[in-house]
Structure formats: C-alpha cells, structure tokens
C-alpha cells in the first residue's frame, strides 16, 4: 500500500507555507532595521528582470507614437502645401493688381502713395480715472515723438499723442468721449465724424443722415481731411445702423478695430505735413473772397 503523501505536500499546504512566509517577513521587516538593505539588494537584483518585462510595452509604445507622429507630419505637410498653393497664387494676383494699379494712376497722373515711416513703442501705463481712455507708452521727444502723432497698433488706429516728455508719451485713445476725427466710409467715399463714447467697444458717427448710404459691416477709414491723420487708415466698422422715424439723423454705432483693450505694441506714424497753399490771390475764386461790412454812417 502506497503512502498518503508519496507525490508531495498538497496545495493547500503551499499557499499555508507561502502565508507564514509572507507573515514573517512582514513582522521581520516592521522589527528589524537590516531588511531594509535586504529589500534594496532585492530590487537591485530584480531591477533588470523589470527592465526586460518592460520592454516589449516600450517598443509597442514608442512604434505607436512614431507612426502617429509621422502620419501628423505626412499630414502638416499636405495643409502647408496647399497654404503655399493658395498664398502663391494670391501673390501672382496681387501682382496683377498692383501693376494694374500702377497703370491707372499713370493715366490718371496721380501720385503715387509712399509708405509713412513709423517708429515701434511700448505699452507703459494706463490711465486710472475710468472716465478717461489714455495710455502712456515708451517713446517720447528723444525717438521723434510730438503733438498730434497718430498712434496705429496690428490692427487698426489707436489714438493720437496728446503729450510728450523726453522718453514717454501720453495717448489719447479713439473711446476717449473728448476724441474725433473725420472719417470716410470705404465702400463709397461718404464722409463723417466719429466720436469716442466713453467704452471701448463702441464709437459714435455723428450726424448721419437718414437717407445716407450706409450699411453694418462698412469699414471707416481716416479721410485724411484733418491733416493729422493719413488717408486710408481702418479705424472702426459699423455694426448698427438705427432709423427713427421723423428723425432727420440716423443713430450709427461703429466698433474699433484697433484692440484697445489687448495692445501692447504699437507703432507711432510720422506722415508727411499736408501741402499748404500757395500764396497766389489768383488761385482763389472771388466768390470766397472775404466782403467787408461797410463802415457806420457809410452808405451800403
């Protein structure tokens, strides 16, 4: 007759021995100091057993990422392609468009438009009084800076200086209540005057009549008939147009597209004087000439 236990302990005394192991090791460890070296040439010797565990997970990990990444630049690729294709072919027609331009004012005798020169500048500070919109930026009398200098950021006309000392200048903003100016409305040429209303976001066109041609959306441009600003600058877009019946003016409200509120750089424009008339009485006409009252006790 064979014995009980010829072919090994059972399995349930394994997992009794491997408990009382797990327990003595614990109790050993809470106890003893040395099991703390012990564990750490434990980890030391299974380090590399980790490490090969590992690195199939790796090498699936970093073929997924090379493959994605590729297929993200296979894919930036095709989009700058087709940008350079759309930018090549605006540039071919900007060409177009300027040699047609060049034409036309030759016929035209027009002059041609120089580019202003412009300095950059620095935000520095703003105004506290919140009924004001000024700002004080990092040019002054040293850099070329003076009285009535436009103030431009990325986007559209900011200002104008108001003050200058030697290395800053104060600059009153379009949404300042006390600024206008004259401007025009690209579309069609109408001319009008905006003014500030005390908020960033809105400006006023002043006395437009009901039956004017203007539309939300049109974009106002300096008319540069103020001499201080050039021609041609985007100041602010229309975005409501009110009609009040019986009223001879219609309520117009236009939105800077300058970022007053974001800028931080700007540019200070240094444009060409106006040309000033010449001193030759027969270049006026004699219905502007001035009529002088006649004098008491003077027959009329």
Not at 110 to 119: C, E, F, K, L, S
Not at 199 to 211: F, G, I, K, N, S
């Amino acid at each position: 007759m064979k014995p009980l236990f010829s072919h090994g302990p059972v399995p349930g005394y394994r997992m009794l021995l491997c408990a009382i192991a797990a327990f003595a090791l614990m109790f050993a460890e809470d106890r003893f100091s040395r099991m703390e070296d012990v564990r750490a040439q434990l980890s030391t010797v299974v380090a590399p057993i980790q490490w090969l565990v590992s690195v199939p997970s790796d090498v699936l990990t970093w073929t997924s990422l090379a493959l994605s990444d590729q297929r993200e630049l296979v894919e930036e690729n095709r989009q700058l392609r087709e940008q350079l294709l759309t930018l090549s072919h605006r540039v071919q027609r900007m060409a177009n468009l300027t040699a047609e331009n060049v034409r036309l004012r030759e016929l035209l005798n027009a002059a041609r438009h120089d580019d202003v020169p412009y300095i950059t500048a620095e935000l520095l500070a703003l105004d506290s009084d919140p009924f004001t919109h000024q700002m004080v930026v990092d040019r002054g009398r040293r850099d070329g800076a003076y009285i009535g200098q436009p103030v431009m950021d990325a986007s559209g006309l900011v200002g104008q200086v108001t003050a200058v000392s030697a290395y800053s200048s104060r600059v009153l903003m379009l949404a300042d209540a006390s600024h206008a100016l004259p401007v025009q409305v690209n579309r069609n040429g109408l001319r009008f005057i905006v003014q500030g209303t005390g908020r960033y976001d809105a400006l006023d066109v002043l006395h437009v009549p009901d039956t004017a041609d203007i539309r939300e959306g049109d974009l106002l441009t300096t008319s540069g008939l103020a001499g201080r600003f050039p021609i041609g600058y985007p100041v602010a877009r229309v975005f409501e147009v009110k009609h009040d019946p019986g009223q001879p003016f219609a309520q117009v409200t236009a939105r800077p597209v300058a970022q007053l509120e974001r800028s931080r750089h700007f540019l200070l424009l240094f444009p060409p004087p106006p040309s000033e008339p010449r001193d030759d009485p027969s270049l006026w006409d004699e219905s502007f000439s001035v009529i002088e009252p006649p004098l008491p006790g003077r027959d009329s």
